[in-house]
């Protein structure tokens, strides 16, 4: 199946950089002479781009080294390298370092010269990785937390945090972790890849996988093998993954229920749902849920600060299962009424009426809303098939 249009996701458990990334994407299946094309048409010079296998802890993984010619780091400025940025996320991925490296330095963005990140084999890297994407063209990319490990590094201008400022202010909204070691899991290069592509961040998405590829970092690690893991999934268009917010409350008054309930869902909650509960002390308590695309969780969860009477909140991803649903309007002796009728497969499996539309008719012809579902419900089950 091809690789166009597939979800990525980056199971970067031994972090992220752009050699490794530029080398499991070519694992997976982007033609090499994609890359190599793009490449060839920056005005940089003075490398050969070496792409071999490696075994990285009993994996087969693809290696990308750009050979420099020059022993030196170049020091480029933004203002230069942008001259010369193919549209795409390769310019995405630059602009994502150039803003950080202006946040981490203090200085404007136009006055950013890039160190490490400007030499040649970094530009390779981006541009590569960016072209590879762009191949692809993803319908999402998404990741696991991103590892980032601790202690200190050596960079340009003498010893540096691990992290280093640059990747912190990079991954600022992603989801990281620690990652358990004292290596530099994650590079600024890596790190602007992921804040310029990913769309979401957590455990891998339910779908049917297509394609996967590894790309080897250079370090042995101890306790992982270093290499870089996508997968390419088929989404499956039955599962959605949403976010569940829950709240327990014990002080707010009930009345309240129905205004926090609107707000929510005003803030994007697709449902919202009260449990009588007991709390410590045996006091009777509401337990507050709300469900929502992954999106919307800040704002709902804002909502359900802000509206109800709680001081904290929990939240985690779930994978909901849905039926393709359609609407079915039908005629009853006092109006049209809309039949909502959900399927599996174009078989039908759940039929009801639309309770607001049953409503409104109901109370514009002064009829029971019970005789207005139950006509709705005949009438769309004598319709012609």
Not at 339 to 365: H, L, Q
Request: aromatic content about 6%.
């Amino acid at each position: 199946m091809s690789l166009h249009g597939s979800h990525l996701y980056l199971d970067c458990f031994s972090g992220i950089a752009g050699d490794m990334t530029l080398g499991a994407l070519l694992d997976l299946g982007v033609p090499e002479a994609v890359v190599r094309e793009a490449l060839a048409k920056l005005p940089v010079s003075g490398y050969e781009l070496v792409v071999r296998r490696a075994d990285r802890g009993g994996i087969s993984a693809c290696d990308v080294h750009v050979q420099v010619s020059q022993t030196e780091h170049a020091h480029r400025a933004w203002r230069d390298i942008q001259k010369f940025l193919p549209q795409g996320r390769p310019r995405a991925i630059f602009e994502r370092l150039a803003a950080a490296e202006a946040r981490a330095h203090g200085v404007p963005v136009d006055e950013v010269e890039f160190h490490e990140v400007g030499a040649v084999d970094s530009i390779v890297d981006i541009v590569g990785t960016g072209v590879a994407l762009d191949w692809i063209a993803p319908s999402r990319v998404t990741a696991r937390a991103v590892p980032l490990g601790h202690g200190m590094t050596r960079g340009a201008h003498g010893p540096l945090p691990i992290p280093p400022p640059a990747v912190v202010e990079l991954l600022r909204g992603c989801l990281v972790e620690d990652g358990g070691t004292s290596v530099e899991l994650t590079t600024p290069t890596g790190a602007a890849i992921v804040a310029a592509c990913c769309n979401g961040f957590g455990p891998m998405p339910a779908g049917r996988p297509i394609a996967s590829g590894y790309g080897a970092g250079d370090r042995t690690l101890e306790d992982r093998p270093n290499v870089l893991r996508v997968i390419a999934l088929e989404p499956d268009a039955t599962i959605a993954r949403v976010c569940v917010l829950e709240a327990n409350v014990d002080d707010m008054n009930p009345e309240f229920c129905e205004h926090l309930s609107d707000a929510l869902v005003a803030a994007g909650a697709r449902d919202v749902w009260f449990l009588p509960i007991a709390m410590k002390k045996g006091r009777p308590a509401l337990q507050i849920g709300a469900l929502c695309d992954e999106a919307d969780r800040d704002r709902v969860g804002w909502a359900l600060l802000r509206e109800s009477t709680t001081i904290g909140l929990r939240f985690w991803l779930a994978d909901r299962r849905v039926l393709d649903r359609r609407d079915v309007r039908v005629a009853t002796p006092w109006g049209d009424v809309s039949v909502k009728v959900c399927e599996e497969d174009g078989r039908g499996v759940n039929v009801a009426p639309e309770y607001e539309t049953c409503r409104r008719v109901a109370r514009e012809r002064g009829v029971p809303l019970k005789d207005v579902y139950a006509a709705a419900l005949a009438a769309y089950h004598a319709r012609p098939r």
